[in-house]
């Protein structure tokens, strides 16, 4: 009898017990359609640690010591702080003066009057090579909804929405697909496998080749028409009522990325 | 006692899980830096430190990563890390020992780890997860290094 008892064993059995208790909530979550993840999510956001920004409000001249120094040692060091505040404002009224820039890029692009623009940031790159953005419910973001970038053009696509943040797809993801319209109405798929977009088309209504942009449409569940891809310098030929090109993808995303997501109204 | 360091060890590896995705948000301008100290954690558990506890501290760090980090079903990530644990280990212990064995197994798990990546797009992912392994394995034999050196387990 003890001959039989493996203590290696019975740690593959926990493992085993702990394999089946993972697999039992993944099915109570895809039974529930992912309200069990959502509602724990919501329950244990303490958990998950949000960055913030740090505001840098030391300064110098507020510290006891130096104010029984001499009146000139206290003056030279006012000085010195005043210097350094003018060369933090004018590094931060670059930086302001940059983003206005952006900004108003973007403004200029889209309607605003139809859209809701909102500035968002990368909070983090998930381990599938998404991106976690900050705003979710709390801002009425939707899947679906769009990523644009300072030009107006389609970067990635809102995949998963929680409470205060949202995963998107990105161009750069290889799983990455969205469809798209021209001018002339025909209809695409547009995919990417991280190093390049295949454009596909799906429907052709028209075999005109100048079709220049292709657009994301409200008949596939975006908020409006926004372009994805340039196709005026390519050259494009149809052969057997099929289009297809590939594209470099010359976008790259990284924590410092201006991102907007567009909402309609 | 015992509870405490368990749910301590819970929440070092939420730490780790968090400093991961952070480190690798940073770093992803650069394409082929990628640092995994959580699969690193998951490697060295595997090797070393395999126990019904840790079996537990793997279903809650995948909890964790689904709950806040990605887009799966609850538990999806759990799985994955208890296959990766068991696989591992039951190849280490079959396996002689080497050097050359371990990166091979580290470079398993971390093709197991990286499973979504590879699905999406195979080819260059495998050579891109062999130059992401090799920084990552020489962190795991500093770590196993010097935590071998058996100091906590030293009896007074």
Do not use: W
Not at chain 1, 216 to 239: A, E, N, Y
Request: aromatic share 14%; charged share 20%.
């Amino acid at each position: 009898m003890i001959d039989n008892y493996n203590p290696n064993k019975r740690k593959y059995v926990y493992y085993f017990l702990a394999i089946l208790l993972s697999l039992t909530v993944l099915t109570i979550d895809v039974f529930s359609e992912k309200n069990l993840s959502r509602y724990l999510s919501e329950q244990l956001n303490a958990v998950f640690p949000e960055p913030e920004v740090i505001k840098n409000n030391f300064n110098f001249t507020s510290l006891s010591i130096f104010k029984t120094k001499s009146n000139l040692i206290n003056e030279n060091i006012r000085l010195k702080n005043e210097v350094i505040e003018l060369r933090k404002l004018k590094i931060e009224n670059e930086k302001l003066r940059e983003e206005n820039k952006s900004n108003n890029l973007v403004v200029k692009e889209v309607d605003t009057s139809t859209y809701n623009i909102l500035e968002s940031s990368i909070i983090f790159k998930t381990p599938s090579e998404e991106y976690l953005i900050s705003g979710g419910e709390n801002i009425n973001l939707k899947v679906k909804d769009l990523v644009i970038d300072e030009s107006s053009y389609v970067v990635g696509v809102v995949s998963n929405v929680r409470q205060n943040r949202s995963i998107i797809s990105t161009l750069e993801n290889a799983n990455f697909s969205i469809q798209g319209i021209d001018k002339y109405g025909n209809e695409y798929l547009i995919t990417s496998d991280s190093e390049s977009l295949l454009i596909n088309s799906v429907k052709l209504r028209s075999t005109n080749t100048d079709i220049k942009l292709i657009y994301t449409d409200v008949s596939f569940g975006h908020p409006g028409q926004f372009p994805i891809v340039d196709l005026s310098t390519i050259p494009i030929t149809i052969s057997n009522d099929k289009l297809r090109v590939q594209i470099p993808i010359d976008f790259s995303l990284s924590y410092f990325s201006n991102l907007y997501l567009v909402q309609t109204k | 006692m015992k509870f405490l360091r368990k749910i301590l060890l819970i929440f070092l590896t939420f730490l780790l899980i968090f400093t991961e995705a952070r480190v690798n948000t940073l770093l992803s301008d650069i394409d082929y830096i990628e640092m995994l100290p959580f699969l690193i954690y998951i490697f060295y558990v595997s090797l070393y430190s395999f126990s019904s506890g840790s079996s537990l501290v793997l279903v809650l760090s995948g909890f964790y990563f689904d709950l806040f980090l990605t887009d799966n079903f609850l538990g999806y990530t759990s799985i994955k890390f208890l296959l990766i644990c068991t696989i591992i280990h039951y190849l280490y212990t079959r396996l002689s020992s080497g050097i050359v064995t371990e990166f091979t197994l580290f470079y398993l798990s971390a093709l197991i780890y990286k499973f979504e990546v590879i699905s999406s797009s195979l080819g260059i992912n495998f050579i891109y997860i062999i130059i992401i392994c090799l920084p990552n394995y020489f962190l795991f034999k500093i770590l196993a290094s010097t935590l071998r050196r058996d100091v906590f387990s030293t009896k007074i």
